[in-house]
């Protein structure tokens, strides 16, 4: 799935790319001693942006790998599949 053509990702690569120029735009800040707050608001735009592609990401996975999973009469995939969603919650919780 490292296809950058993968339809189904293009709008997170996207995304990504942004969060990468805004990641460079506040190291740039802080290369020139720019004030403290700006960099920390640019920061808190940049953890914004990362949550919501975190957020398509996870729904891309129910969507696909999780339908898929649990469309099939593989039960040990449907567990393994279920297994991997809660422990992927449970670590975006903390």
């Known amino acids: ?8 990702f293009r709008d997170v690569i996207r995304r990504m ?8 735009g506040i190291t740039g ?4 001693g720019r004030y403290c707050v700006d960099i ?6 940049l953890e914004a942006a990362a949550r919501a592609a975190r957020t398509k990401v996870l729904d891309i996975h ?12 593989n039960k040990t995939d ?12 449970e670590r975006m919780a903390r």
Request: charged content about 25%; glycine content about 2%.
């Open 62 to 73: 129910t969507k696909h790998c999780i339908e898929q999973a649990l469309a099939s009469n």
């Open 78 to 89: 449907q567990a393994e599949k279920v297994a991997e969603l809660l422990a992927l919650i």
């Open 40 to 45: 920390l608001q640019q920061i808190l735009a």
């Open 29 to 32: 800040m802080m290369e020139e």
């Open 1 to 8: 799935m490292t296809d950058n053509n993968n339809p189904k």
């Open 17 to 24: 790319r942004r969060i990468e120029g805004q990641a460079r």
